[in-house]
């Protein structure tokens, strides 16, 4: 492994190393010792791009970090004094100060009970993976020294992930820390040490002390790892899949029909998973790739001639996004879209089966809004065949599907499409008053409108209105 000076030279380190100069000189002036700490070390041996600064300070950490904060010319900070921490918030780097400090914890509860301020070693300790109990002294005189008391260097070589502790001990504390060692093999492609997969496996229970909250966000970061079926494969080997998100549990080991697809759902869904990955950094895709079966195995049935089907898997699953989104508490624009694309995931596929019309592609337009895009990628994610012929001909006929959307002119006007003709104005031709009729008249025209009958113009769906209006009265 390269020395960490000369990491350090690296040009694309260079707004960092000016923090770690005014930060250690900082420290040296005022007679502390200043460390950088965990994923900072870990990111910076392994030579990966770094988002953030971790500084751990060896005495009170948020007076320190005013003191850098107007060193930065920054004048703020964000303190948490129970922590002895402080956020020191810049747009390209966020930096965190502490306080060496140990914690104590009950066993219904992942928050500390206890806080009390220690040396480097004692925080060091208490940190969830070796690979992230590490730290390098940024003082002037001692910069760039090293202490790696658990053998972080060496786990990092052999691609290991491991507890500095015992694993029981460290799991019990954070049980949140057993569904990090998921994402940090997801996110570094390392293997979990045996010890810990069999702690994780003991203790996966201890999960339910965790909020949903943060249960939501660590998986949300095993969903943006750039291969995330690794982590997610974890979590249903241990058993926390079933705790955290039970629907994609059942898909495990259960068979479905092999024509384009894996016959087993969990290993499909995890495909399509890792191909929306590969075609979209976008965390929503990438959720909806997974949750775009989840109703398969409740639909599941056998039938005689085509083996396995899931009616309505579809529509049924747009409707389990509603309990996915209170269990794991979701935004509603998150649960709104998750729904969008999981209920319309099969339509593309039905354009590319069947005779397509341009009618039936500005259906399927204006179903889809503004996340037509995302949704024709999920579909050529959802092409999980091994078969290379196969492979072509349905990527010839999405192409197909495309440039027929491509030719639709009235593409943008369908993202928000609605009847050119106002409602104020369908009750003065139809002499009508407000109601339900009204709405069915402005369906029909939009009706018209889709099927090419009239076109989307606000003259042409008058006249369409006066020659239906007597139906109507």
């Given at each position: ?172 504390e954070d049980p949140l820390r057993m569904m990090r060692a998921a994402y940090f093999a997801s ?287």
């Amino acid at each position: 492994m390269a020395n960490i000076k000369e990491i350090l030279n690296s040009s694309k380190y260079d707004s960092i190393k000016v923090v770690l100069n005014k930060a250690g000189n900082l420290g040296d002036s005022e007679g502390i010792d200043v460390y950088v700490v965990g994923g900072f070390v870990r990111d910076l041996l392994m030579g990966n791009t770094i988002n953030d600064i971790d500084i751990m300070t060896i005495g009170e950490g948020i007076p320190f970090a005013k003191k850098l904060a107007y060193e930065l010319g920054h004048k703020k900070i964000v303190p948490f004094k129970k922590f002895g921490t402080a956020l020191i918030p810049r747009k390209d780097l966020q930096i965190e100060v502490a306080t060496a400090r140990k914690e104590s914890y009950t066993d219904d509860s992942r928050k500390p009970s206890e806080i009390t301020y220690t040396d480097l070693e004692g925080d060091l300790l208490r940190r969830d993976f070796t690979i992230n109990a590490m730290a390098m002294n940024i003082g002037p005189s001692r910069f760039g020294e090293l202490t790696d008391p658990f053998g972080g260097i060496s786990d990092i070589e052999k691609k290991i992930i491991k507890t500095p502790l015992s694993p029981d001990e460290t799991f019990s504390e954070d049980p949140l820390r057993m569904m990090r060692a998921a994402y940090f093999a997801s996110k570094l492609g390392f293997d979990i040490e045996n010890d810990c997969r069999r702690s994780i496996k003991e203790q996966a229970s201890r999960i339910s002390i965790v909020s949903s909250e943060r249960v939501r966000d660590e998986f949300i970061k095993i969903l943006n790892t750039i291969k995330p079926s690794i982590g997610l494969i974890i979590l249903q080997k241990t058993g926390l899949m079933e705790l955290v998100f039970p629907e994609i549990h059942k898909m495990y080991g259960m068979d479905q029909t092999s024509e384009w697809h894996h016959k087993d759902i969990f290993a499909h869904t995890l495909q399509v998973l890792d191909n929306a990955a590969q075609l979209s950094e976008k965390m929503e895709l990438r959720f909806a790739a997974l949750v775009h079966d989840i109703a398969k195995p409740i639909t599941r049935k056998i039938d005689k001639k085509k083996g396995y089907t899931f009616h309505g898997h579809d529509a049924i699953g747009e409707k389990m996004i509603d309990v996915v989104a209170e269990r794991m508490k979701l935004s509603n624009d998150l649960k709104h879209y998750l729904k969008k694309l999981t209920l319309l995931h099969l339509r593309p596929i039905a354009l590319v089966k069947d005779i397509v019309t341009d009618s039936a592609v500005r259906r399927l337009m204006v179903a889809a809004g503004e996340n037509l895009d995302d949704l024709m990628i999920l579909c050529r994610a959802d092409i999980t065949t091994k078969n290379p012929k196969r492979v072509k001909q349905y990527m010839k006929n999405f192409q197909k599907v495309e440039e027929k959307m491509a030719n639709v002119v009235e593409r943008d006007a369908m993202v928000a499409f609605q009847s050119p003709v106002r409602g104020e104005e369908i009750m003065s031709v139809c002499g009508l008053n407000e109601g339900r009729t009204i709405g069915v008249i402005k369906k029909s025209i939009e009706e018209a409108i889709l099927e090419g009958e009239i076109q989307n113009t606000y003259d042409a769906a008058m006249e369409y209105l006066i020659k239906i209006k007597d139906d109507y009265s």
